[in-house]
């Protein structure tokens, strides 16, 4: 995932408590948020090939248990969220959404520790576009939905002969996930003041996860290279584009954002090939491609229409 400049450590006023803005508003709003969207892209994909390089030190578990804790602890000191002043709504949805959180990179990262960066990335989309095709109620977006699925089904060759199968169901599973994150990263970007849900969020993900680490790495977590290069993961792939995610979900409805995220396949990809020498084929080239226009697709479906479908 996805999903940037780290935030002041000035404290900022309060986020609107408005709804998202529709899709049909005026270009010179739309704009902000979707240059968020996919600078978030970019640097959670160069920030997932840099914890590839990683899990060899330290696991996959640990590489994770590295990324939220160090995540965490930069987001709390930046954000000195309060811890007053909450409805039990609001920690429900914070903890939520906390869980939801290591679970989506736990089970990412189990992914990409057996198939390829581009591979893992194509397969988890499937989680956000479901999200778009079930929010939008639309019956054209089933007609993009299967063009997805007709890339997922090239990409494994036919039948995923040559994926492994656990790395397949990983990478499904994150895609669960990531649909239930785009829910309430929403949600709490809406209930808390700019990042602070995100950092109580990301604090609950490392508690919850640190056990599961400690038992697959140990002391390993300690080593001092081992550490700043798991830091180094933290801020590309959870600090940075978490942040501008859950702003950009501010004025995004969770459907537009979902779809917005199309490019990361193609990201991931360029991010394998650049940093793992991980080339893909010409069906699998075409597979990325195909999911790629059908998320296109139903953007334009979407932003014709002039409607937005909030979580």
Known sequence: MTTPDTPSTARVSPAPTAPP???????????????????GGVSVQFGAALAVTLMPRAGALGVVTLRLL???????????????????????TVVVFGLTLAAMNGLFYQAVDRISLGAAVTLEFLGPLALSVLASRRAVNTVWAGLALAGVFLLGG???????????????????MWAAYIVFSARTGRRFPQADGLALAMA????????LGIAESGTRLLDPVTV????????????????LELLALRKLPASTFAILMSLEPAMAA???????DQALSVLQALAVALVIAASMGAVRTQVGRGK????
Do not use: K, N
């Open 158 to 176: 036919g039948d995923f002969g040559d994926l492994d199968p656990a790395g397949v169901a990983f990478a499904l599973g994150a895609g669960a």
């Open 308 to 311: 937005a479908i909030t979580p």
């Open 228 to 243: 700043g290069l798991g830091a180094a993961v933290a801020l590309m792939s959870s600090v940075l584009p978490y942040t």
């Open 21 to 39: 803005a529709a899709v049909g508003t005026p270009r010179r709003t739309a704009l902000g948020p979707v240059g968020l969207v996919l600078a």
């Open 70 to 92: 160090v995540a965490a602890l930069v987001l709390l000191v930046v954000c000195r969220p309060r811890l007053r002043g909450h409805s039990r709504t609001d920690w429900g």
């Open 270 to 276: 360029l991010a394998g090939f650049l940093i793992l």
């Open 204 to 211: 609950v993900g490392a508690l919850a996860f640190l056990p």
